[in-house]
């Protein structure tokens, strides 16, 4: 069975950095998508960034690109993003999620895991 288990949330002032992990067990994921989505009150979740486990293409959305790095540890199974420059609109919260046959790394709808999610609040 697969396990997401993210960590790394929490409160900071705009512009500051956070640091987000994502630990994944229970299937092998060199093949995988794995992605971070975020969800802020009462909008859809939407996508944050993407890497492919096998090639380590990155993937990103606009809003997000130049202040966020997603990347990957093959030893400790485990993706992470580092978040810098944070602005209050960044305010959600973070899903990692993993797409064991990728098809489409943008949306929700395409990974079949996800983890339980972490807070992440930027204050202004």
């Known amino acids: 069975q697969v396990q997401l288990v993210e960590s790394g949330g929490g409160l900071v002032q705009a512009g500051g950095s956070l640091g987000l992990s994502c630990a994944a067990s229970g299937r092998t994921f060199s093949r995988a998508a794995m992605g971070w989505f975020r969800q802020a009150p009462g909008k859809e979740r939407e996508f944050v960034a993407a890497?492919?486990?096998?090639?380590?293409?990155?993937y990103y959305a606009d809003s997000v690109k130049g202040r966020f790095t997603i990347s990957k540890d093959n030893a400790k199974n485990s993706v992470y993003l580092q978040m810098i420059n944070l602005k209050p609109e960044d305010t959600a919260v973070y899903y990692c999620?993993?797409?064991?046959?990728?098809?489409?790394?943008?949306?929700?709808?395409?990974?079949?895991?996800w983890g339980q999610g972490t807070q992440v609040t930027v204050s202004s």
């Open positions: 999620a993993a797409d064991l046959t990728p098809s489409n790394y943008f949306r929700a709808r395409a990974y079949d895991y």
């Open positions: 890497i492919s486990w096998s090639s380590g293409n990155t």
